[in-house]
């Protein structure tokens, strides 16, 4: 920017002195305001290569839709897939919601937090939230699916 501020000076001030070399004057006027012309086209051009901004940045509420749509389905992919994908994505997500809703914390009293645990979700269930439950084993076993998860998850918003 600052090479073609100096280059539109030049330009300007070399025509006035080209038109100022001429015995006719009237021409002075005309040399400059053409040197400012090219100045200013030159100007507009390389202002004119600039990006320009995005048409429309997304709102806040649309992309945290978005962001809410896509946690969602994978979500529902993880519940879909192998038990180790299960134990090492949604057991901890769900294992965590349970701590945080209920305020029964693993690390206070382990026997309430098992216990809270069978009362609200009944043996079936809980085997699959309980973060002790971790199989070590059987990496390929099938997870127990969306229909689960759908069960555990309005547990928790009925708590």
Do not use: C, Y
């Amino acid at each position: 920017m600052k090479r073609l501020v100096a280059l539109g000076v030049f330009v300007i001030l070399s025509a006035e002195l080209a038109a100022l070399s001429l015995h006719d004057r009237r021409f002075v006027l005309w040399a400059a305001g053409a040197a400012a012309l090219f100045a200013l086209v030159s100007a507009r051009q390389l202002l004119g290569d600039v990006e320009p901004p995005p048409a429309a940045a997304p709102n806040a509420l649309e992309e945290s839709l978005r962001s809410w749509l896509s946690r969602t389905e994978t979500l529902i992919h993880r519940s879909e897939s192998t038990r180790a994908d299960w134990d090492r994505h949604l057991r901890p997500m769900l294992a965590r919601r349970f701590a945080i809703t209920t305020g029964q914390h693993q690390a206070k009293d382990p026997a309430a937090f098992d216990a809270t645990g069978q009362m609200l979700f009944g043996p079936q269930l809980w085997a699959w939230v309980d973060p002790n439950n971790v199989a070590q084993t059987g990496a390929r076993e099938p997870g127990p699916g969306r229909a689960t998860l759908a069960e555990i998850l309005e547990r928790l918003e009925a708590v």
